[in-house]
């Protein structure tokens, strides 16, 4: 199995994964500990700047979680799984840098009632992190003929474009989130289907007593 990794790097890469572990205990922690201080000292919880702070705490373990995920693939996969799982932690990484500075309004979220190209931008890179992890992760299927691991990077593929498409187009955010829902349930039912399809298909053209 040809890999982009090399074998000596697998033990640093489970200690970064280890560390992100942690950090996602540590940040979960102070979360608690700020949320507990804030009830104390604050006359409203719900003021601008703690939910700010909440808001990039729950980025952070986003982050986090995503790449624990691709350090993973990193350790077992193959050299295309790498190579995603890669695109995936620098894009994760780029997308909370981002977050952070919309959440601070560093940069406008919104400009009138549209969204701005700055969280548009945002949106299309966190995207194509979590693209990229789940492309990892449908390298590692182990089949023989390959068209369930084909199957599932076309529909993962259409659902990457067309969340694009779906975060640039439209400046309504109603219409955002509905298009994105829509592309996620229908891709994952294309991907149910065209699996189920192959397993038919295999089965029935399997000799007699091997189905």
Known sequence: MSNLVKEESIGTIKKIRNIYLYSIIWILVAELVFWVVAILI???????????AQTMFLSFVGCALLNIGAFKIMEIGNEKAQAF???????SIMAVILDVLLIWEVFPGMVGFKLSPITKLTLCVAVTALASLLAGAVMLIKD??????????????????????????????????????VITFGSCLIWLVTLLVRKITKGSSAPNGEQ
Do not use: H, M, Q, W
């Open 85 to 91: 799982s890669v695109i995936s932690i620098f894009t």
């Open 144 to 181: 023989e003929s390959k068209a369930g691991r084909i199957a599932s990077l076309i529909c993962l593929a259409i659902a990457y474009a067309l969340s694009l498409v779906g975060i640039i187009s439209p400046d309504d955010p109603e219409k955002l989130i509905l298009l994105i829902f």
């Open 42 to 52: 604050s006359n409203n919880i719900y003021g601008e700047y703690i939910g700010k």
